[in-house]
């Protein structure tokens, strides 16, 4: 539609067709140059001037602009209906012209064009319909020159003209490779500027891209850090609280001992008074003097000792809580430092013969085929690796990528665990932590006991965290976000060097 009503506004109204070099009078009313000058020339022998459309009248012959912009609008409608300039020469059978000449304004082929005159003031162009667009407004003449001060097509009629002397001009074809040149320079000059930018552009997004995947790296590591720190809150605060708690109980045991004496002693004293008011009851003075009453007569008036009551160590234990607070604190503003264990490799001198060690060293995946490794002392009898390295200082982590498929379990072992026997099953004795998923379930297991965890895997990464020194052992799962799984508190004896068991149709990989 919108199509339909843009041409309707480059039709003609005189021949109804599109505009063929569209002029404008002072009306402000478009037509073809041909269609308005045959109406002019039609009027000039009648009563004067009028627009064919408004019939706005002129007092005399109106002069012609030429409307550039509709120009260009119509040759692109002209351009897209695709329809063929035929040779005007060829009266019975039509042929396609090849050229055209703008001074006698027709079209030729190529048979035509043989014998066309090869005078200089015929120009030939290719093949249009619009001659009046390439000829000059004013004197109707080929515009064959260029003024490049006033940047104006001239015919050879404007080159007296006052207003262009001095000027530089030059032939058409000369402007056109001069400007052609200069715009070659142009272009070449933006697309290296434009190469430039997009090369500045590149390397911008690499930045970015390079502060994304350094900004995550670090928010992994303050998320370590912070958990490890409220984990080291929580632990203190259970101490004190216990600490507070076991003070209390042994205040409440010395004084509960206090009361019951002060009970068993009020209760003597009681009992002496109710014999002395029976005594002095007693009026024959025989019975009176003949009655025993050693003891009574024994008693001191001594007084009574002032008692030591014990109390709670308040100012002991809030300088205690107040000296871990400040290691906390002192050990944060060192600055909390936490290394991945780069350059993790598996040690296939420990691996089962039912364990696939890939060449670089870094896949564990359960294999059917034996291996055919050499029986050793520190080879274990199945389904299991350690790592090359052992970890005995600092705090690290490092990270897996484990299979869909399969059961497999990851942890922390030490070098002397036994190779064979229920006792070499990760966590199931003091040597080993493991974390399992079995039937997409967690569980974690730490001598012989296994604990099942209520949440479930979500993705295929995991890490595993050590702080060797605070005796610290946690599992997080790496999703979207890090989540943690559980952690150990153990002290540890000896260097923990990562293990990894897979089941059948399981594999794990080292992440670097």
């Known amino acids: ?140 003449k080929n515009l064959l020159f260029y003024c490049a001060e006033d940047a104006q097509c001239l015919c050879v009629s404007c080159l007296p003209a006052e207003k262009n002397r001095g000027h530089e001009i030059c032939l058409l074809n000369e402007a056109y490779r001069q400007k052609k040149e200069k715009l070659k320079i142009i272009q070449d000059r933006i697309l290296q500027e434009r190469d430039k930018i997009e090369k500045q552009v590149q390397s911008l997004q690499d930045h970015l891209k390079s502060t994304r995947e350094k900004a995550a790296g670090i928010v992994e590591k303050v998320s370590v ?87 709670l160590s308040d100012d002991l234990l809030i300088s205690t809580l107040n000296s871990d607070l400040a ?57 299991r690796v350690l790592s090359t390295t052992g970890f005995s200082a600092g705090r690290l982590y490092w990270d897996i990528e484990v299979s869909k498929e399969g059961g497999w379990r990851v942890g922390m072992a030490y070098p002397s665990i036994r190779r064979n026997g229920k006792s070499s099953l990760i966590g199931n004795s003091e040597k080993s932590w493991g974390l399992r998923s079995f039937n997409k379930h967690y569980s974690v297991k730490h001598n012989a006991k296994e604990i099942p965890l209520a949440c479930r895997p979500s993705c295929y990464k995991v890490r595993i965290y050590l702080d060797y020194a605070a005796g610290l052992l946690s599992f997080y799962e790496l999703g979207d976000s890090m989540r943690h799984l559980y952690t150990y508190n153990a002290t540890f004896t000896e260097a923990l060097c990562p293990v990894i068991v897979v089941w059948a149709n399981a594999w794990v990989r080292v992440l670097k």
């Open 327 to 383: 290691n906390i604190m002192s050990n944060l503003h060192k600055g909390y430092y936490v290394q991945e264990a780069s350059g993790l490799l598996l040690d296939v001198n420990t691996a089962a013969n039912d364990v696939h060690i890939s060449d670089d060293l870094t896949t564990a995946s359960w294999s059917d085929v034996h291996q055919q490794r050499p029986k050793t002392p520190k080879r274990f009898a199945t389904r």
């Open 225 to 311: 850090q912070f958990q490890d720190i409220r984990m080291k809150q929580d632990t203190l605060e259970s101490r004190i609280l216990d600490e507070i708690s076991k003070h209390q109980e042994q205040v409440s045991l010395q004084v509960s001992s206090l009361i019951q004496q002060l009970d068993n002693k009020r209760d003597s004293l009681s009992c002496k008074l109710t014999a002395i008011e029976e005594l002095c009851q007693v009026t024959d003075p025989l019975l009176y003097l003949q009655a025993d009453n050693g003891d009574l007569m024994g008693h001191s008036d001594e007084n009574l000792k002032e008692l030591e009551v014990p109390d």
């Open 1 to 140: 539609m919108a199509s339909t009503d843009l041409r309707n506004e480059i039709t003609c109204c005189i021949c109804l067709n599109l505009y063929t070099d569209p002029v404008t009078l002072r009306c402000g009313h478009n037509f073809c140059w041909e269609c308005i000058e045959n109406v002019l020339d039609s009027q000039e022998r009648s009563v004067g001037y009028s627009c064919p459309q408004c019939r706005t009248r002129f007092q005399e012959r109106p002069t012609l602009q030429r409307n550039t912009t509709l120009c260009n609008i119509a040759d692109h409608f002209h351009s897209q209906e695709e329809r063929p300039i035929f040779c005007e020469y060829c009266i019975q059978t039509p042929m396609v012209a090849s050229k055209s000449c703008l001074t006698c304004e027709v079209a030729l082929c190529d048979v035509h064009l043989t014998v066309h005159s090869k005078q200089p003031e015929h120009v030939l162009i290719e093949p249009t319909i619009s001659y009046r667009s390439r000829k000059c407004c004013h004197h109707s």
